[in-house]
C-alpha cells in the first residue's frame, strides 16, 4: 500500500537541526530506494512562495502565501510503497526533518475504477 509521508518544519528550523541535512536525505533516500519502499519524494520552495487558489461564486480567488497560519508548514513529502501502517510510521520517522518538525503519514486512498 502506498503512504504519503508530508513533511513539516518550522521555517528556518532547519538551521536548529544537528548534522549535514542534505546529506542524511541522501543518506535516508538510499536506504528506502534499497529496501524497495521509496516511490518518489520532492522538496518545495518555501511558503513565501505559494499561491493559494479558492474558487468563489464561478471565480477564482487568487492569494500569496498559505492557505493557513501556522508555526509549522509543508517542506516536502515521500511517497511510500509500504507492506502496512506501522512500517510506513517506522520509515517516516527515519525521515531527516522529523527531528526538528515533524512527518504526517496519510494511506493513499484507492478508488475502484
Not at 541522501?26 to 536506504?31: K, L, N, P
Request: net charge negative; charged share 20%; aromatic share 10%.
Amino acid at each position: 500500500m502506498q503512504y504519503m509521508a508530508l513533511i513539516y518544519g518550522v521555517p528556518n528550523g532547519e538551521q536548529d537541526y544537528e548534522g549535514d541535512l542534505m546529506a542524511d536525505y541522501g543518506q535516508f533516500t538510499q536506504d528506502a530506494i534499497a529496501a524497495g519502499v521509496y516511490v518518489s519524494g520532492e522538496a518545495l520552495m518555501p511558503e513565501t512562495d505559494a499561491s493559494t487558489v479558492r474558487m468563489r461564486g464561478g471565480k477564482a480567488q487568487i492569494t500569496d502565501g498559505p492557505f493557513a497560519e501556522t508555526k509549522e508548514t509543508l517542506g516536502g513529502y515521500c511517497l511510500l510503497e509500504c507492506a502496512d501502517l506501522d512500517d510506513a510510521l517506522a520509515w517516516a520517522a527515519r525521515i531527516p526533518s522529523a527531528k526538528y518538525g515533524c512527518v504526517e503519514v496519510r494511506p493513499i486512498m484507492v478508488f475502484d475504477q
